[in-house]
């Protein structure tokens, strides 16, 4: 980390069981590998598929390998390609996205590395959006140049990841677990083992690792109105959390500018390609709004254009904004974004005709498990990768199209490195004295979803786009109260693991927006409005010491 970006004491973190169920190695049953790998997103597969021919590892994953955030990624992955582009501005769009909180070895390293990891995708399949042999480019929001890389317009996450599964899927020592629920990360004396596995509805089982990648993903769901699959619930996290891992600045969500708002239905993000292909935002009253906040009007970074846009619906007290296309090619239109269109359609819009109602939901997790440069973590024996982590690229505020990009970079240096270690370590198949019983577990019925519910509606009344004091203390308070009964509850269900990582993750979210009392990228303090760099230019970290 670089010297003028300062770390401050750890805050305080939810009070929770070091296990979320109790087993004893004596009544489980056991499986050993070399690496295991939490997981099947783009950030996980690219480590598995850097794993070395003689080493053995396992792929986790809660749902199928295709549901993921990377799967539903519309954008795509920014990368110097053109000729007239270079590594420097990339290098400083990121920066200046960021907040002044990146640190800027890591974003260069990230820049730089981009070409290679496209041409790697290239070479396992993947079908980029090209003319006469090249890569069409285009720009969104925050970039100087046009250096987007899309594939199927707006499906650029769907073809990616159908290359890269096609790519794990030939790997003979590569195991894919789905449906597989990852319960807790197993942790003796400061080191990671594996994880506990709840898996075809068996009791628990004690995968035992060499070396263990986290690449869970986000935690989108801890908001009522989110771009996320609904298994985006926070779990590497908040399992990294309580097995001791550092995380750190977990008040920085970012919020889509534009998702889809038709009361009823669930969001459906609107890729910011649109916007990067002409489309004006506009209020109830067909007024573009975005000349009054920024000059860069709709290719402002999101950030801005997300509390621009909440701050518009407050003006007009009307429940959304509107994307206006009226004035593009409709040919066009349909032809680049038939994701976004088809998606209209459902709901008797022409998107090359009508005004398309949008709003902020939350998007992407910049805060995370804190990773060094090759994605180790605090916690030995554990590496992380993608958005489940805070790497330092993404500063306070991502830069679009470079979060495939760091799950492609650093899934790619922890797969190479933990294979590495995982062959330095001779085998051992033994179980560590390791157990979890816990003295205070709850057994009454809980009504999971509708503590769920009320979670998600809390945060994003109180712990949304804009923030402030007095409502920021009673979203925490609230989740406490909640947190008292739910984090020692006996639950036996993946939805009741979700329903207690989710009050994690939101208990450490709501925490550190509280105690930064400035606006700082996606951290916008309605009483702090202004960014104080002498007191606030640090990471806010957290740090569980688990009873071992």
Known sequence: ??????????????????????????????????????????????????????????????????????????????????????????????????????????????????????????RWGTNFDSREGELLLGREGGHSHERIIHALGDATGKEIMR?????????????IWEQAFTIDLLSHAGRCYGAVISREEQPPLLLWAKQTILAAGGCGQAYRETTNP?????????????????????????????????????????????????????????????????????????????????????????PCVYLALRHLDPHRVHEEFP???????????????DPIPVRPGAHYMIGGVEVDHDGRTSLGGLWAAGEVTSSGLHGANRLASNSLLEGLVYGARAG????????????????????SEHDYRLTEPLDIADIRNSVQSLMWRMVGVQRQADRLQEALQQIQSYARYVL????????GWELQNLLTVSHLMAVAALARTESRGVHMRKDFPDTNDENWRRHLPFEFKPNY
């Open 1 to 122: 980390m670089p010297d003028d970006i300062d770390s401050s004491a750890c805050l305080e973190g939810p009070k929770t069981p070091r296990y979320l169920v109790d087993f004893h190695p004596k009544g489980q049953s056991h499986f050993f590998t070399d690496v295991l790998i939490i997981g099947g997103g783009l950030a996980g597969l690219r480590a598995a598929n850097a794993i070395s021919d003689g080493v053995q590892a396992v792929v986790v994953t809660k749902d199928q390998l295709q549901e993921s955030n990377s799967n539903y990624a519309q954008g795509g992955i920014a990368s110097v390609w053109d000729p007239e582009d270079c590594f420097e501005d990339h290098v400083r769009d990121t920066l200046a996205a960021g907040g002044n909180l990146c640190h800027d070895d890591v974003v260069d390293m990230v820049v730089r590395d981009a070409p290679q990891r496209v041409s790697e995708l290239i």
């Open 488 to 495: 020692p509850h006996a639950f036996s269900s993946e939805e």
């Open 163 to 175: 290359a890269v599964i096609e790519t794990t899927l030939a790997r003979s020592n590569i195991q």
């Open 230 to 318: 609904r298994v985006a619930t926070g779990d590497g996290h908040a399992l990294a959390y309580r097995a001791g891992a550092r995380l750190r600045d977990m008040e920085f969500m970012q919020f889509h500018p534009t998702v889809l708002y038709i009361a009823g239905s669930s969001r459906t993000l609107v890729t910011e390609a649109i916007r990067g292909a002409g489309a004006h935002l506009v209020d109830s009253n067909g007024y573009r709004f975005m000349k009054d906040y920024d000059e860069r009007l709709e290719l402002a970074p999101r950030d801005v254009v997300s509390q621009a846009i909440v701050k518009q619906m407050e003006k007009t007290q009307h």
């Open 339 to 353: 994701g976004f269109t088809a998606s209209c359609k459902k709901f008797g819009l022409d998107a090359s005709i």
């Open 416 to 435: 190479e490195l933990a294979s590495q270690a995982a062959l330095d370590m001779p085998d051992d198949f033994r179980a560590l004295p390791i157990q």
